[in-house]
């Protein structure tokens, strides 16, 4: 029997029983397959502290405190000091080979103190770093002499310091315990010899150092009268005596511890309308207001021989 041949044409592909299949790998492309999900991993336990707001700013202040103890071993140890003093001397020295060197020192107005008081407190040589220097330091240390009164330091860059002293002029010579020392209106002592100053007035007694200030500006009040005043001598540290035209033989006046002005003037204007010191006169009472004493030398010669009938002195 003839074997019948199966020929597909075009049209069989495109229709019939095989219009609607697909190759397997074009069908698994058109569906894609659904991935399965994950399963989400599971966290390990956490165990929790449950701390308060106290425990925490307990805790923050121990580190705290910590650290400043730290800081405090390290600081006493000394060496962050050293470290900067270190630093600071290398800067200085660096500025001095850059020239900023002292190489001159000069001093204005200097005249009784000496030379090596000024270099002690200043504290500063030739060669050294000119930067290096405390100007306000020295300058206290200068103020302190006890002759100077004040005192500037100026720094002239490159390598010049230059000193302004204001010495303390003696105004007075102060007599204690048989010796003598020069003393300014501020009652300040003036270490040195005396020599040059010897016409000076003199002042005795206990805190009249402190009230010669007071003593000059009252005798300005009568300039005739100030120029001969030669002594003052402080009694009880209250009022004054003073003694004119001589130390020792000059007519003395008992001033008032009161009203010390106006019994001044009185005397002034007993001298301009009597001449009072032109004559016999050795002393001169103006301590009570309403009342003139005056003695003779026979009076006070008299009275050196019978001191018991003379009354104390106040």
Not at 26 to 54: D, F, G, N, Y
Request: hydrophobic share 40%.
């Amino acid at each position: 029997m003839r074997r019948l041949d199966i020929v597909i044409t075009p049209d069989d592909r495109l229709g019939g029983s095989f219009a609607g299949v697909r190759p397997q790998r074009e069908a698994q492309k058109a569906a894609p397959q659904s991935t399965p999900k994950p399963r989400p991993k599971r966290k390990p336990a956490r165990w929790r502290l449950a701390i308060t707001p106290v425990q925490k700013f307990a805790a923050l202040g121990v580190v705290v405190t910590a650290v400043l103890v730290a800081g405090a071993v390290v600081w006493r140890s000394g060496a962050p000091s050293r470290m900067i003093r270190d630093t600071g001397n290398a800067a200085l020295a660096s500025t001095a080979q850059m020239g900023l060197r002292i190489g001159e020192i000069t001093v204005a107005g200097r005249r009784r103190t000496p030379t090596d008081q000024v270099v002690t407190a200043l504290a500063a040589h030739h060669g050294d770093p000119i930067l290096g220097l405390d100007i306000g330091a020295a300058k206290a240390r200068l103020e302190a002499l006890p002759s100077v009164r004040a005192a500037a330091v100026e720094r002239r860059l490159p390598g010049a310091l230059h000193l302004s002293i204001v010495e303390r002029q003696p105004v007075a010579l102060w007599q204690s315990e048989g010796r003598f020392v020069l003393v300014d209106r501020d009652g300040h002592q003036i270490p040195g010899a005396i020599e040059g100053f010897e016409d000076l007035p003199l002042v005795v007694g206990d805190g009249a150092p402190q009230r010669v200030e007071e003593l000059f500006v009252l005798l300005s009040a009568e300039p005739e009268m100030a120029a001969r005043v030669k002594a003052a001598t402080r009694v009880g540290n209250r009022r004054w005596n003073v003694r004119l035209d001589d130390v020792e033989k000059g007519l003395e006046v008992r001033l008032p511890e009161l009203d010390t002005e106006s019994a001044w003037h009185r005397l002034a204007e007993l001298e301009k309308r009597r001449g009072l010191t032109s004559k016999q006169i050795t002393m001169i009472d103006l301590r009570v207001a309403e009342r003139l004493i005056l003695k003779s030398d026979q009076q006070q010669a008299a009275e050196r021989r019978t001191p018991s009938d003379s009354r104390k002195e106040d």
